[in-house]
């Protein structure tokens, strides 16, 4: 089972960028779905990007066209590309990992993955 380790966050205004990155320990790295939720206090986790095994991606719809996913198998890292941030973006992030089939789409439950990173809090200035 991977171990997970997210970076990169920080303190950005509004309409500002950031990059996340999610580091995972071992070789295996290439099974896993992997995605990106986010939560705040008294809230929910809530998904935010998904990259599975086979490269399929999927956004939530509150950040679609703003983020981005990517995975670099060879460097066991998953990374989200935020641009156009908002103060609603303000949240820790998390990275999450499951182990996947080829050919299907990344889990939008936080439920289906079993793997977790500690988190990263992003937070945005109006």
């Known amino acids: 089972q991977v171990q997970l380790v997210e970076s990169g966050g920080g303190l950005v205004q509004a309409g500002g960028s950031l990059r996340v990155s999610c580091a995972a320990s071992g070789r295996t790295f290439y099974l896993y779905h992997m995605g990106w939720f986010r939560q705040v206090p008294g809230k929910e986790r809530e998904f935010v990007a998904g990259v599975s095994r086979s490269a399929y991606i999927d956004y939530a719809d509150s950040v679609n066209g703003r983020f981005a996913i990517s995975r670099d198998n060879p460097k066991n890292t998953v990374y989200l590309q935020m641009n156009s941030l908002k103060p609603e973006d303000t949240a820790v992030y998390y990275c999450?990992?499951?182990?996947?089939?080829?050919?299907?789409?990344?889990?939008?439950?936080?439920?289906?993955?079993?793997?977790w990173g500690q988190g990263t809090q992003v937070t945005v200035s109006s």
């Open positions: 999450a990992a499951v182990i996947g089939e080829l050919g299907v789409r990344p889990p939008l439950s936080e439920y289906s993955y079993d793997v």
